[in-house]
């Protein structure tokens, strides 16, 4: 069974920085990608930023894209997501998900069915 463990977030002044971590476990797949979305009250879930096993690609909204950078240790199943210059629209509750045998890097949010339980990110101005 999958299991993705989350750590980070909180609270944080506006233009300050947050690094959410994801430890996943469990895989019986070797190629997939592995991300975070995130959440904001009464809104659908974003792809924030994945990156792809096979090959290393990555994709970032566009909301974030020279703000927020995703890493990953493949050997350890982990993704980290570094924040920078965060807003108060960056507040919401984050979600480390996963996407097996997924190639290209893509976030419809119904590819992604394995989930985290969720972090929450609060940016305060």
């Known amino acids: 069974e999958v299991q993705l463990v989350e750590s980070g977030g909180g609270l944080v002044q506006a233009g300050g920085s947050l690094k959410l971590s994801c430890a996943a476990s469990g895989f019986t797949f070797d190629d997939y990608a592995i991300g975070w979305f995130r959440q904001a009250p009464a809104k659908e879930p974003e792809g924030v930023a994945c990156i792809v096993f096979i090959g290393g690609y990555t994709y970032y909204a566009e909301s974030v894209k020279g703000r927020f950078t995703i890493s990953s240790d493949n050997g350890e199943h982990t993704v980290t997501l570094h924040m920078h210059s965060l807003k108060p629209e960056d507040t919401a509750v984050y979600y480390c998900?996963?996407?097996?045998?997924?190639?290209?890097?893509?976030?419809?949010?119904?590819?992604?069915?394995?989930r985290g339980q969720g972090t929450q990110v609060t940016v305060s101005s």
């Open positions: 998900a996963v996407a097996p045998h997924l190639r290209v890097p893509t976030m419809p949010w119904d590819l992604y069915t394995y």
